[in-house]
């Protein structure tokens, strides 16, 4: 979907009702009168209210600052009659619609509303009031352009524009119209903030709501208000950018890991997205909260096997390691020996993600056990036979991208490959530099200093530390997608070749580098939450054979463009390999099954694929026998019947002892867990476990 901004909106004429322009100082197309009408009747009095101040226009009406009859400040929203009457809208269910959101401490309060005549260039205009209460604040539009928001503004913010969803939610409402625009930024008093649940000094509220629709899924899916809420995040996040650097580290950790709420927000598929306003302030808040967490040891556990289905909910890289890392039989038999490079195709869920996450440096930097110290991780990270860099697409572009509207800076061919190679520059700055820190990959001064020779000459700016061109690189990624004019990308970071000559720096700053093949992972790098235009501007460098370094590049099966902006075609298997995940794991366990059956029949049981209780009355029964002596585990693929995996999740929790891994989905939903697979079970017997 396409998120409005104010230069996107039509204005509708106040005299007739039928012309409309994008230009709001235009003169109407249709009757040749002035659209902007708010400077033609300031100092009118509508009812009791004098119209004081001129605020905006919105597509129906023109917005005002007046006084009431005591002389305190109201906001006043005046709409021609017949505009009400040609797009068939009620002002009585308008009222209503106001009146069941009220109120709230996020929602503008209503006042008082009505009907009464203007004068406007000498014609009598018949037009309906509404009167809100008066928030003395700018337009998140106008925050954004100017501040820097720190983390728990970041916060507050997000829980005061959820708070307010949720009760659109409650009452079967859309707001239909949630541009920055519409929703105010007032700056709190000492007083207000001792009240508030986030340190924000801000609060925000949504105005303008009788424009809400009632929720018809499909008329009205376009203008789901939780998307436009993932867009306003990301815009927040942006802001914030701006000085992430000198945020302490819980709070990058917050900005950093915020994007995959936002994912979920923006989520192209409706059945794996964020669905309740509810369920992002729960997300967003836990995220919060971990930030304190950041400097203490995170156990790799499962609390139920539904915990972490997707691979960006995984909390840290420790956590990817511990359970994940080299335990996939595709890393060291398909994914890595070849030196191409290659697409790895499959369905959602099949695992593609945890492949490259598992391969990337910055995760095989963590322990694999706990006594594993730096020393012992260069040796096993010595043995490797590549050193990998990895950026998700999904994230870092697709989640700038809204579905239907290309923004300003993926429309330009350089603007985004001077996005992308600021990508991957970040990540090899910020990998380097923590494996510098945890004394792992040591560097000395003078290959440090070298380094950031390059990344000087690159900028040509004075960079003498790691520290430094992160932040400059953060700092340039900001004007990137800010779309400002004052950044203009490096020649060199314009070519087709930059990751060519990055890689010959990386090379001699270590040992470890000397040999090493240079891997770029580039995660779901797919149609259509990577628009067409940025997958043809960057298909030259991915598929650039001669490049010195090759690509690991996962999309959902055949989401993928395969010609560039000058029309070169980039062929399977001479520009690059390409590996069915899914496909490839059908024929691998096949062989594994056939074998394990052939040795082992005596002992394959035979249970019903939809028969939860079957399969966990076998296990109870297993764990009983054998008189809990054993620990289990259980491995289910991830083709394995969906209700075997309820049944051996029913046993774990029944048994705290025994842990089981599994591929299921992230949160268990009983009444629609087999949707889209024939009959749909409702398990009611389930909470009693």
Aim: net charge neutral; glycine share 4%.
């Amino acid at each position: 979907m396409a998120v409005e901004t104010p230069s996107d909106r039509d204005f509708a004429c106040f005299f007739c009702a039928d012309g409309k322009t994008k230009a709001v100082e235009a003169l109407c197309p249709t009757c040749n009168e002035s659209i902007n009408v708010g400077r033609h009747i300031l100092g009118l009095k509508v009812g009791p209210y004098k119209l004081l101040e001129y605020i905006n226009r919105g597509f129906y009406g023109a917005t005002f600052k007046a006084a009431n009859a005591i002389g305190s400040p109201v906001a006043i929203k005046v709409v021609p009659q017949k505009l009400y009457s040609k797009y068939e809208k009620s002002f009585p269910e308008e009222i209503a619609k106001y009146s069941k959101l009220c109120p709230h401490p996020n929602i503008a309060e209503l006042r008082d509303g009505g009907s009464s005549d203007l004068c406007i260039d000498g014609k009598s205009i018949p037009i309906f009031f509404v009167v809100m209460e008066w928030i003395e604040g700018e337009s998140l539009t106008d925050f954004l352009k100017t501040k820097s928001p720190s983390a728990n503004v970041i916060y507050g913010a997000i829980l005061d524009i959820a708070s307010a969803l949720a009760r659109f939610e409650k009452e079967n409402l859309w707001h239909n119209d949630l541009n920055t625009d519409n929703i105010l930024v007032k700056t709190l008093t000492p007083e207000e903030i001792q009240t508030r649940r986030s340190e924000s000094p801000y609060i925000l509220k949504i105005v303008d709501t009788g424009s809400a629709v009632f929720r018809e899924a499909f008329r009205h899916r376009p203008l789901d208000d939780l998307m436009f809420l993932g867009q306003h995040m990301d815009a927040l996040l942006t802001a914030g950018h701006r000085t992430e650097t000198s945020m302490p580290l819980e709070d990058q950790f917050f900005l950093a890991n915020l994007p995959k709420v936002v994912g979920g927000l923006l989520e192209e598929n409706p059945s794996r997205r964020i669905s309740t306003a509810q369920e992002v302030i729960v997300a967003v808040s836990k995220l919060y909260n971990e930030r304190y967490l950041l400097f203490q040891k995170t156990e790799a556990r499962l609390h139920t096997p539904f915990e972490y289905l997707n691979a960006n909910d995984f909390p840290s890289e420790s956590l990817v390691n511990s359970l994940f890392s080299d335990r996939f039989p595709w890393i060291k038999s398909t994914i890595v020996p070849a030196a191409q490079s290659m697409l790895i195709t499959g369905p959602r869920g099949s695992g593609k993600t945890m492949i490259l996450r598992s391969m990337r440096l910055k995760t095989r930097l963590n322990p694999l056990s706990e006594d594993e110290g730096p020393t012992e991780i260069l040796a096993r990270l010595n043995d490797d036979p590549f050193s990998a860099f990895f950026i998700s697409a999904r994230l870092e572009i697709g989640n700038h991208a809204p579905l239907t509207k290309l923004p300003q800076w993926l429309e330009s061919e350089e603007a985004t490959l001077y996005y992308f190679y600021l990508l991957y520059l970040y990540e090899v700055c910020d990998t380097l530099n923590f494996a510098n820190l945890k004394q792992i990959i040591c560097l000395d001064k003078e290959a440090e200093y070298a380094f950031c020779r390059f990344l000087s000459a690159t900028f040509q700016q004075p960079l003498v530390s790691l520290s430094a061109a992160l932040a400059l690189i953060k700092e340039r990624q900001v004007a990137v997608r800010s779309k400002s004019s004052t950044v203009i990308p490096p020649i060199t970071m314009l070519s087709a070749g930059f990751l060519s000559d990055l890689c010959d720096k990386i090379r001699p700053l270590h040992p470890l580098f000397h040999t090493k093949r240079l891997i770029f992972l580039l995660d779901d790098f797919s149609l259509p939450k990577v628009p067409s235009a940025a997958q043809k501007t960057l298909l030259p460098v991915i598929w650039n054979s001669g490049g010195g370094y090759s690509f690991r590049v996962t999309a959902h099966s055949e989401s993928t463009e395969t010609v560039d902006l000058r029309k070169n075609s980039y062929v399977v298997n001479r520009d690059f390999t390409e590996i069915n995940l899914g496909r490839a794991y059908i024929d691998s366990m096949e062989v594994v099954n056939f074998d394990l059956i052939q040795e082992n029949k005596s002992a394959v049981v035979a249970l019903e694929t939809l028969n939860w209780r079957e399969t966990f009355d076998f296990l109870e029964h297993l764990f009983r026998e054998n008189d809990s002596n054993y620990r289990f585990n259980f491995l289910l693929a991830p083709l394995g019947s969906k209700m075997q995996t309820v049944g051996s999740w029913a046993f774990a929790r029944r048994n705290p002892s025994v842990r089981v891994i599994t591929s299921t989905p992230k949160t268990l939903y009983p009444e629609k867990y087999s949707v889209g697979h024939g009959q749909t079970f409702i398990i009611d017997d389930l909470q009693k476990m």
